[in-house]
């Protein structure tokens, strides 16, 4: 069996409420139907396309509620894995950077990588949901309460509306505006997620089926079962569509690096800008419990000698200090902490550049690479 | 594992919140990042907003005191027990204290039941935090984001937190902020461009400097408090943004203070508490704690009864003690403080013998042969 293939769920609802093949949702039945997993982990939208919400599926008739992408919902499962699922045999739907928290706390020995089948998307960015409310309102002009899907392509994200009505901006134009994907998404260099069992997207696809890379033993041994028990069909994808898939990935990389330079480096807060930021902090730990690979048990933030009586803002060469030292090895630069900062500190600028700068050290990827992180490295 | 959206209970901002529930239990929180007001942000008290839940105080039966000592006892005895004692006293001889903490429908619950008893004294507690004038027309918490100028009586970084990320995008944008309060604290000072402290509200209020005066009125101002507390101060701000043309936000104190009110049960503040409890000799509180102010008048009164979800220092100088629902056990809405009602939803089920507040009211005017026209949240929400 070849690397890249395409791959369509065989059951016809599946493929209806898919993104694109069903490949995703079809392995996942496939897994539940066989009790190869204990449940699923994925996303199901709530309220709207702005809402998405981790479930985790037990009965595999429930899975079509997950079906779909939504790009308006900036989670990360890691942590929920860690915390919650860490003892069952579970599939999750991963974008790299989900991946990358899995793969970090798998070498903390927090997750085990043998009870977890990781089903990669690749991912384009994600955009917070009310920033894409108000920016569908401001720059589309209708109600964001009308959208009924979204997508990005081709550098556009493009909304559909009840009425089947399509419009489409340049992603550019909206993030020169200061709206679009999340600041830590338009650095994000890895595009697809060969760090997970497959990576499964629509470059390179064909109407109604899904691009799926294997990336795994593991991988290729789902696919091949799922495929002989009858839950995928597959074919072979053709050489231009490999070609163009390998071309988009080199754009958004290239696009990632320059927003990196432009993010870390040329409008990189001074340290004065720095002090005003922590001047805002008011110690609520949201930082600390959103990021995927924090997992110290007893956390020393919370040590008398620095929380000083709660004290706010603390000191911060104290809080954010540790931090920093604690994790700007691993970080992924997954965003979820300047996502639940309730101050609107830009936290991941300061681990994604630091990450960064020990990256042009020790040659470590977090998330990526199988060794541990440098300072871990005992070898 | 699920994930469930809910509205956060700890102040009025009313913030969107998810709790995590494994096993039928409330293991966390987790961020609602669709929510308007706070995208998925919260405070520390957010955070550990489903920790009472599992409150080692937490009530799980009705109780009874006997010669000083509680004892459980079944609904049946102390609704029957309330029922005969509230029957006894003169309707003027008896009062009911509501909850900001409780929702729209446990509040019209208890005004009802009032209402059909002709009880007069009734009110909920707002301790020390600003009266709402429900006549007067309010900013959003959207427009603090817009506004070019803020004048912020008290700390609202530390307070309601998510109310000062607003005063923060603002300046982000370029306003300008003063802050002025009777207390300096570090994170307002740090965070405003200028900050006046005050012996009296009052006195600054009366004599605002024109400099302040001039850029309320040429800028697109607001006025944002939650330390004005005295009727006079917030009636003095209100003033002034009327006088230049501000919009203006004040910051109520409970989840719900704001609800309560509009649902029609009088704010109360501190002083007016206190002269309704010394006012009875029936007392019937629903989820406050008003013996944290002044114990002395509580113990005066003859009969109390206290409905709450924990054993509280008010409850433990009850004669009857009812275990209520806390607010991821149940349904129900809270309105907050820019006026927008929000649905919470029941994540997990009270502990023991617990019931939902507004339940307990129905089924006690029921043993009472007293029908409140509801057996429903749905009926209840039919009829506000
Ligand atoms: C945010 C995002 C950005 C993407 N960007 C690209 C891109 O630029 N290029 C590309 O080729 N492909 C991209 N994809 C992948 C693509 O949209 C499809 O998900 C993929 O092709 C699989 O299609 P399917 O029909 O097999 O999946 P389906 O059978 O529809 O299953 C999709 C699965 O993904 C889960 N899911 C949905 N949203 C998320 C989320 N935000 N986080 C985690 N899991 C989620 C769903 O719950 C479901 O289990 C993106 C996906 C996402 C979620
Ligand atoms: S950080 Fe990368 S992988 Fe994660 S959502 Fe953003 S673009 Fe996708
Ligand atoms: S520090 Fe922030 S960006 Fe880095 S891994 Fe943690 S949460 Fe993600
Ligand atoms: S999330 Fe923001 S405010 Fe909270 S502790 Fe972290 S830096 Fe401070
Ligand atoms: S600001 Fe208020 S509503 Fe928001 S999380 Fe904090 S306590 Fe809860």
Redo the contacts between chains.
């Keep these: 069996m070849d690397k890249y293939l395409l791959v369509q769920a065989t059951d016809e609802e599946i493929l209806k409420n898919a993104e694109c093949g069903g490949a995703v949702t079809a392995l996942f039945k496939y897994l539940l139907d066989k009790k190869l997993v204990d449940g699923v982990l994925a996303l199901k939208k ?3 396309i ?7 599926i037990t009965d595999s008739n429930e899975l079509i509620k997950t079906a779909g992408s939504l790009h308006c ?3 990360n499962f890691g942590k ?1 894995i860690k ?3 860490a003892d069952k045999r579970i599939a999750v739907s991963v974008k790299p950077c989900d991946a990358m928290a899995i793969r970090e706390l798998a070498k903390l020995k927090q997750v085990n990588l043998d009870n977890i089948y990781m089903i990669g998307l690749n991912c384009g960015g994600t955009i ?3 920033t894409a ?1 108000k920016m569908i309102e401001l720059f589309y002009e209708v109600d964001p309460k009308d959208v009924v899907k979204e997508e990005i392509d081709k550098g556009k994200f493009i909304i559909e509306l009840k009425n089947g009505e399509h419009k489409a901006i340049k992603i550019d134009e909206l993030e020169e505006k200061g709206y679009g994907r999340r600041k830590n998404c338009q650095r994000c260099e890895l595009k697809i997620p060969r760090n997970a069992d497959l990576a499964c997207g629509n470059w390179g696809a064909e109407e109604g089926w899904t691009f799926v890379e294997i990336c795994s033993e593991k991988g290729r041994e789902l696919i091949e079962n799922a495929e002989r028990e009858g839950y995928i069909k597959i074919k072979e994808p053709s050489k231009k569509n490999i070609e163009i898939r390998e071309k988009i990935e080199k754009i958004m990389i290239k696009l990632a690096k320059s927003f990196q330079k432009k993010h870390l480096e040329e409008e990189y807060p001074s340290i004065e800008k720095w002090y005003e930021y922590w ?2 902090c ?5 930082c600390r ?2 990021c995927p690979i924090c997992f110290c048990k007893e956390c020393r933030l919370e040590a008398d000698y620095i929380d000083e009586n709660g ?3 603390p000191d911060p060469i104290m809080f954010q200090g540790i931090r920093l030292s604690h994790i700007s090895q691993s970080c992924i630069n997954c965003g979820q902490c300047e ?6 500190i830009p936290l991941s600028y300061i681990f994604h550049r630091m990450q960064l700068k020990l990256r042009n050290i020790y040659g470590y990827i977090p998330g990526v690479d199988n060794k541990m992180p440098p300072l871990f490295d005992f070898e | 594992m699920k994930i469930i959206h809910t509205i956060c209970p700890c102040c009025s901002v009313g913030c969107g919140v998810d709790l995590i529930v494994k096993d039928n239990k409330v293991v966390g929180t987790y961020p609602y990042k669709r929510h308007p007001i706070n995208e998925g942000k919260i405070c520390l008290n957010g955070k550990n907003s489903y920790k009472i839940i599992y409150h080692e105080k937490r009530l799980k039966k009705p109780l009874i005191k006997k010669n000083g000592e509680f004892v459980e006892a079944t609904w049946d005895e102390a609704l029957e027990l309330i029922g005969n004692k509230l029957k006894s006293y003169n309707p003027e001889d008896i009062g009911f204290i509501a909850s900001g903490k409780c929702t729209n429908e446990d509040n019209y619950a208890l005004k009802k039941f009032a209402e059909a008893l002709g009880i007069k004294n009734i009110g909920h507690c707002i301790c020390n935090s600003p009266k709402v004038c429900l006549d007067k027309e309010i900013a959003s918490i959207d427009d603090i984001e817009n506004a070019e100028f803020i004048l912020v009586f008290g700390d609202v970084f530390g307070i309601n937190a998510l109310i000062g990320r607003r005063v923060i995008k603002a300046k982000e944008r370029g306003a300008e902020v003063i802050a002025v309060d009777k207390i300096e604290k570090e994170i307002v000072k740090l965070n405003s461009d200028e900050f006046i402290k005050v012996n009296d509200f009052v006195e600054f209020l009366n004599n605002p400097n024109d400099e302040m005066v001039k850029k309320l009125k040429e800028k697109n101002s607001i006025i944002i408090f939650n330390a004005l507390t005295k009727e006079e101060e917030c009636d003095l701000a209100y003033k002034l943004a009327e006088k230049t043309n501000s919009k203006i936000l004040p910051i109520a104190k409970h989840c719900n203070t704001v609800g309560a009110t509009m649902v029609g049960v009088p704010a109360l503040n501190k002083d007016e508490i206190i002269n309704l409890i010394k006012s009875v000799k029936c007392l019937y509180i629903m989820g406050e704690n008003p013996a944290l102010i002044d114990d002395k008048a509580l113990k005066n009164v003859e009969f109390l009864v206290v409905q709450d979800i924990i054993m509280s220092e008010t409850a433990e100088l009850a004669d009857v003690v009812l275990p209520s629902a806390c607010w991821a056990e149940k349904e129900g809405t809270f309105t907050n403080t820019e006026r927008k009602t929000q649905k919470i939803n029941k994540v997990v089920n009270p502990p023991g013998e617990a019931l939902e507040d507004w339940r307990i009211i129905k089924n006690l005017a029921e043993k009472m042969g007293i029908d409140l026209g509801f057996s429903s949240i749905e009926e209840i929400q039919k009829n506000f």
């Design positions: 709530g309220e709207d702005y809402d998405g919400i981790p479930t985790f919902a900036p989670t929920l915390n919650y699922l917070s949901p009310i409310m001047n805002r008011i110690k609520c730990y949201g419990d959103a004290k706010i803002p996502d639940a900062c309730p101050m609107d």
